[in-house]
């Protein structure tokens, strides 16, 4: 008999942390699920050069390189004519990539001859600006420099900041899940990360 009174057999807590590191293309992605009874935690670190997270894959409505092409496809369309970063226009990006993924989920996760989808969708963007003052990544550091010799200068000055995310959920880990995507843009000084979250209807 259970003691939860009516508590989810099925949901666990799910904890999440994204930690962008100033070495470029590296995501620790840590994990942590703990039941209610008993109550033992099962923690997991990993750390990859991708910016999948295979975690929870089995309950994602979307294969999960169906859902990076997604986000590429919308981070791409939004900064594609973008050069560097500036902050008053991020709101507008953000919120316009957030559009276009959550048209694109709604659309495919949609059964055929049904309505809408069997799922409900939260989408996090975040736009993270390099260390560099990013409106000088494309200029020439001195005249008489090649277009290679600007942009391997310009390379040798770009930073990364420190980004930490942390993300929490309880919900039923057969149905629920949640998936990150990191898109690099090393040109332009930013990267944008996004967070992924569906729950089952």
């Not at 994602?60 to 859902?67: A, E, N, T, V």
């Not at 990076?68 to 973008?82: H, K």
């Not at 709604?106 to 049904?114: L, Q, R, V």
């Amino acid at each position: 008999m259970s003691s939860n009174n009516g508590a989810c057999a099925s949901c666990k807590y799910y904890y999440k942390i994204l930690s962008f590191l100033i070495s470029p293309c590296i995501l620790i992605s840590s994990q942590s699920t703990t039941t209610t009874a008993p109550r033992k935690a099962i923690t997991q670190t990993i750390i990859i050069n991708s910016s999948t997270d295979n975690m929870a894959e089995s309950t994602s409505p979307i294969p999960f390189k169906r859902l990076e092409q997604i986000a590429s496809d919308a981070c791409n369309s939004v900064l594609e004519n973008v050069e560097f970063y500036e902050h008053p226009k991020t709101a507008g990006w953000n919120e316009t990539i957030i559009q276009k993924v959550l048209k694109a989920l709604m659309s495919e996760a949609t059964p055929a001859g049904a309505s809408s989808p069997q799922y409900k969708f939260a989408i996090n963007s975040t736009i993270v600006q390099h260390v560099v003052p990013t409106s000088q990544l494309n200029k020439p550091t001195s005249t008489g420099t090649t277009d290679a010799e600007a942009a391997a200068a310009a390379k040798k000055q770009a930073g990364r900041r420190g980004m930490h995310s942390a993300t929490g959920g309880y919900w039923n880990e057969k149905t629920d899940g949640m998936w990150s995507y990191k898109w690099d843009g090393d040109a332009k000084g930013l990267d944008v990360v996004l967070m992924l979250i569906w729950i089952a209807v």
